[in-house]
């Protein structure tokens, strides 16, 4: 069976700050007997501990978008 390659082009505006990249989150972890939220990037930028850092409203120091 041959397999065909698929390639994908997104064009997004330069975000000011992560909270307007359609590839952020903000999700719960759970750590054994701590939790909380963590600051997620879809595209593989946040690659640091990310618990209880919030950049919605600020871009993230590595983001390779800019």
């Known amino acids: 069976m041959k397999t065909k390659n ?3 082009s997104i064009e997004i505006e330069k975000p000011r700050r992560c909270g307007e990249c359609p590839f952020f989150s903000y999700q719960e972890y759970r750590c054994h007997n701590e939790w909380g939220y963590e600051s997620c990037c879809s595209l593989g930028f946040m690659n640091d501990d990310m ?9 993230y120091e590595k983001c390779g978008l800019k």
């Open 6 to 8: 698929i390639k994908v």
């Open 51 to 59: 618990r209880e850092r919030d950049y919605s409203n600020k871009l």
